[in-house]
């Protein structure tokens, strides 16, 4: 006689249609499926609400029923050894002298067509195990559904990962390096499963509560915050009766403190979130227990290497930590993010909560900090040398975007204690050219220039590093003068310090930061940069100092040597396949071609700059062959589009926190006040108007599209590279 079958909810399932239609299709295919996934996920509601459709207890009149259902929970079972007679219990099955009450539960299903779903198994997952298999290979006919937070681990067992609920999307993006704001928006919020399913209980909770457009953004940043757990949004939902959802959204730092309203009849762990955690966490082993405690340092994504560089130690070997991570993996507080190669993980947002909250009654917090701030400065420094001069590796830039999170967190750390300072000035040194790559230029300022303000009793050969990078990032941000001081200082103590790549490196920022104030200062500079850097290999400094010379010869007139210096920078930038040395060599070449009169060849080295620029994201450089674009444009007697292109310039600069400089601001504000007196105040504001919505590959465009062979190979290249992943603003034409 079966005595329990499918509880009946209360509240309707929100959501989940894709997740119910995969568990039916596992059921049909697999006799034992387990539902892991974090505490609060929802594993048990989907498995009763699967179950029912599999077994159609809720399918419309007509279809035939499948096998029967039984509902096992095993949360209230403290006792292993009393898991058989729980399970008899449920199906009337007595003992026999003679007989485990094993051999009689399979006496009594056999041949019976019957799901059993077995609920909460985490706490007795290795006695749930031995049992689940002697039933399924005595019961040919039945089929079990179990949840948990690790796998029984039987062979055959079926896996499937409840995930949170479908989070609404994130508001727009940044702008990319192309101009257009790049939207991740790919449907309403407000049709999120999460958000469906707080404002179906903060109805519940509140029944004066509605979503609308002016409590949506608090509402979608509370699903987020929560990662789409359906127990906390739940939680959270109910704290509506006596906060606002902008309340609410305020006080999720503190989330184990916010959502402890659960239901009088809910079982204690789950009427706080806290407790949920807590039933998770006092069933791991103590090696696991400290992991995960560790992991809270981390920020973002990590990878295995970093967890056992950083976490190991003082309680867990280094030889336990992959075997415990896998564990926390396989108990849903740790996920994995699957990567083209290395295999990264994660904390949910409440977890990391849970696991800072246990970091710091373990006193671990600083220890561990300390760790992780070393082992990423270390990473920066190695993959450093790589991505000079703002470009590396695919797989490198996409391991520096994994790691960004990390690397900031150190950063902030050691802003915020007293002998950090060397840890902030090597880190800055390090990222410098990242940012560049990413057009971080005015975050890339605020760090180094804090790290030389917190780091002034640091050595001295780091400070003058950093002090080199924030030169170069001066330069990119249009503001030299605010480093000149720094750089010249940096120089001098270089000088001493015995590597002669910082040396160069550091004597070519000193050229470009003493360019525009004295430009013979500049090239005696420049021309020493190019002796220290003759006996090193040729590579990206090398081009980067014939850039920088080629520029100082530019600017004092000497256009014959200035040629040769960005030629020389050029075919080494190509062999290299740099695309920043490539770009910028054209930028001043066709610079170069439009002050010696020669506007169509200016024009066509101009548009193979900008495509290079676009190609490699770099904002500096597209700020840069704009504002030349629209100099050769004008002198071509093409006012109109040397307006749309002037203003494409200035959008794309204010975007990425870019001032022209000195000598360009100076360049841009003459060609506008000739604009404006050609065209009048009138047309001048329209035409700008148009161009301020143009993205870079519009502004190429306004050259006169197709004009070419080398503005269409470069229209295709973009076209290719940019537009297929880039969704456009505004809709401008780009006629001429």
């Known amino acids: 006689m079966i005595t329990a079958a499918l509880p009946v909810p209360l509240g309707c399932l929100v959501g989940r249609r894709a997740e119910l239609r995969q568990v039916g299709e596992l059921l049909a295919g697999s006799r034992l499926v387990t539902l892991t996934g974090a505490g609060g996920s929802g594993k048990t509601r989907l498995a009763i609400e699967a179950a029912a459709r599999f077994t159609g207890a809720r399918l419309p009149a007509g279809r035939a029923p499948g096998p029967a259902a039984v509902f096992v929970d095993l949360a209230p079972l403290a006792d292993p050894e009393l898991l058989p007679d729980h399970l008899a219990a449920r199906f009337d099955v007595r003992p026999v002298p003679g007989r485990s009450l094993v051999a009689g539960l399979v006496a009594a299903l056999q041949g019976l067509p019957l799901l059993l779903v077995l609920d909460n198994c985490e706490h007795l997952v290795d006695r749930c195990a031995v049992l689940v298999e002697s039933l399924l290979q ?123 309203t659960g239901g009088r009849t809910s079982l204690p762990r789950q009427k706080t979130l806290r407790g949920t955690f807590d039933w998770s966490h006092d069933l791991l082993a103590r090696d696991q227990q400290v992991l995960l405690r560790r992991l809270a340092v981390f920020a973002g994504s990590f990878s295995l290497e970093a967890v056992e560089g950083i976490c190991a130690g003082d309680g867990i070997a280094a030889d336990q930590v992959l075997d415990a991570l896998s564990s926390l993996v396989d108990r849903s507080l740790v996920m994995l993010d699957p990567d083209e190669g290395a295999a990264r993980y994660r904390l949910l947002e409440t977890v990391r909560q849970y696991a800072r909250e246990r970091l710091a009654a373990a006193g671990e917090e600083e220890v561990v900090a300390r760790r992780h701030a070393a082992w990423y400065t270390e990473l920066a420094e190695a993959l450093a040398p790589e991505h000079f001069g703002g470009q590396g590796p695919a797989a490198l ?39 560049f790559a ?28 950093a002090a080199v990078a924030a030169g170069s990032v001066s330069v990119w941000l249009g503001r030299p003068e605010a480093a000149r ?20 490196y550091g004597l070519a920022i000193h050229g470009a930061v003493s360019l525009a104030p004295d430009p013979e200062l500049a090239a005696r500079v420049l021309d020493e940069a190019e002796a220290v850097v003759a006996p090193l290999p040729r590579g990206v400094l090398t081009a980067f100092v014939g850039y920088w010379r080629g520029q100082a010869a530019q600017v004092r007139g000497d256009l014959a040597t200035a040629r040769a210096a960005l030629e020389g920078s050029l075919a080494l930038g190509r062999a290299l396949g740099n695309l920043p040395s490539i770009g910028h060599s054209l930028h001043l070449l066709g610079r170069l071609e439009r002050c010696e009169g020669r506007l169509e060849r200016a024009r066509e080295l101009l548009a193979e700059a900008l495509e290079v620029h676009v190609r490699s994201g770099d904002r500096w450089g597209i700020s840069l062959a704009l504002l030349e674009i629209a100099q050769v444009e004008r002198e071509r007697g093409e006012p109109h589009r040397a307006a749309r292109i002037l203003a494409a310039m200035l959008r794309q600069a204010e975007q990425a926190g870019i001032a022209p400089g000195d000598e360009r601001a100076a360049e841009a504000a003459r060609l506008g006040a000739e604009l404006r007196a050609e065209l009048g105040e009138a047309e001048y504001a329209a035409q700008a108007e148009r161009g301020s919505r143009v993205g870079a590959l519009q ?38």
């Open 138 to 260: 005595g019961c040919a006919a039945l089929r079990v559904l179990t949840t948990s937070r690790e796998p029984l681990g039987l062979a055959g067992e079926c896996l499937w990962l409840v995930p949170p609920l479908s989070l609404p999307s994130l508001p727009p993006a940044v702008p990319d390096p192309d101009g257009a704001a790049v939207s991740t928006q790919a449907t309403d919020p407000a049709a999120s499963d999460a958000v469906q399913l707080f404002a179906v209980r903060a109805r519940e909770a509140n029944p004066a509560f509605r979503l609308s457009a002016e409590n949506l953004p608090a509402v979608a940043a509370i699903c987020r915050r929560l990662d789409g757990l359906p127990l906390a949004l739940e939680l959270a939902a109910a704290r509506t009766r006596v906060l606002s959802v902008e309340q609410i959204a305020e006080r999720l730092d503190d989330a184990f403190r916010l959502l402890t």
């Open 397 to 435: 830039m996409r391991r520096l975007d994994h790691e960004h999170d990390n690397f900031r967190l150190a950063a902030d750390w050691a802003l915020r204690v007293e002998d950090g300072g060397e840890i902030a000035l090597r880190l800055g040194y390090a990222l410098h050219w990242y940012w």
């Open 438 to 465: 990413r057009g971080l230029f005015p975050e890339g300022w605020r760090r180094l220039a804090s790290a030389l303000v917190h780091g002034c009793h640091a050595a001295p050969t780091a400070r003058a590093r």
């Open 485 to 504: 001081s720094a750089v010249a200082q940096a120089v001098e103590a270089l000088r001493t310090a015995g590597d002669a790549f910082a040396l160069g």
């Open 699 to 736: 502004a190429l465009e306004l050259l006169g599209g197709g004009e070419g062979a080398v503005h269409a190979r470069a229209a295709v290249a973009l076209a290719t590279t940019v537009v297929a992943t880039t969704p456009w603003e505004g809709g401008v034409s780009a006629a001429g």
